[in-house]
């Protein structure tokens, strides 16, 4: 069963706008992750973020979490059109498995 | 430089025709993984290996087989493919932590 759900399905934004993604997970988790897939591409890691922690930056992206509510949100800052993309978070399912959720799909315009 | 590489990018078979898809690796990973991506939808986990310890996802359907020669290379073989088989399929390898690291995928068409 798929454990990431994300919101919204999709989201079109101008470059240099903020662009926020949520995912909600439903069972206990070691740690979440976000990638980006560009179209007809392969997934490239993002970001991870531990159960213990709430807050990790990278760049231009910040990502929480909230264990009690079972939700991350990734921000893009000052998103630019190669921003565009699919994003998707990403929890560990035990054994070396990771579950994906459905995903983002970003449109940034210029 | 490309770590994860599968070949081809883009394979078309018919009806029934047996197909493999492969994929090598320079990184070294004890674990890789085969994942079916159908358009707009989440990464589906087929099978992955622990070096040479196979592990099947209950629902991957028995049409899906996979080999691993040695560390680098890791195949998919769909022994009858049917309509419903044509999907981006993803190669992945960890080091037996968190992050996968992806290839860039081969698309299957199936006439």
């Known amino acids: 069963s798929q454990q990431g759900e994300e919101d919204p399905q999709a989201l079109s934004i101008q470059e240099g706008e903020n662009a926020t993604m949520n995912c909600s997970y439903k069972?206990?988790?070691?740690?979440l992750q976000w990638y980006r897939q560009n179209s007809g591409r392969g997934l490239v890691h993002l970001i991870l973020i531990r159960s213990n922690e709430r807050e990790k930056h990278s760049g231009r992206l910040r990502v929480t979490l909230d264990t009690s509510k079972k939700s991350s949100s990734l921000l893009i800052t000052a998103s630019r059109a190669a921003d565009t993309a699919s994003y998707f978070c990403a929890t560990d399912a035990g054994g070396f498995k990771t579950i994906f959720g459905a995903g983002t799909r970003l449109f940034v315009k210029a | 430089d490309a770590m994860v590489i599968q070949n081809p990018r883009y394979q078309v078979t018919q009806f029934g025709k047996p197909v493999t898809l492969s994929c090598s690796q320079t990184l070294n990973h004890n674990v890789m993984y085969w994942y079916q991506q159908k358009s707009s939808q989440a990464p589906k986990l087929l099978f992955h290996?622990?070096?040479?310890?196979?592990?099947n996802e209950a629902d991957t359907p028995d049409n899906f087989q996979s080999r691993r020669p040695n560390t680098s290379f890791c195949f998919l073989d769909i022994r009858s493919p049917g309509l419903g088989d044509a999907a981006m399929y993803l190669c992945?390898?960890?080091?037996?932590?968190?992050?996968?690291?992806f290839g860039a995928g081969t698309r299957l068409s199936v006439l």
């Open positions: 069972t206990s988790i070691n740690n």
């Open positions: 290996y622990y070096d040479k310890d196979f592990n």
């Open positions: 992945a390898t960890s080091g037996g932590g968190d992050i996968q690291y």
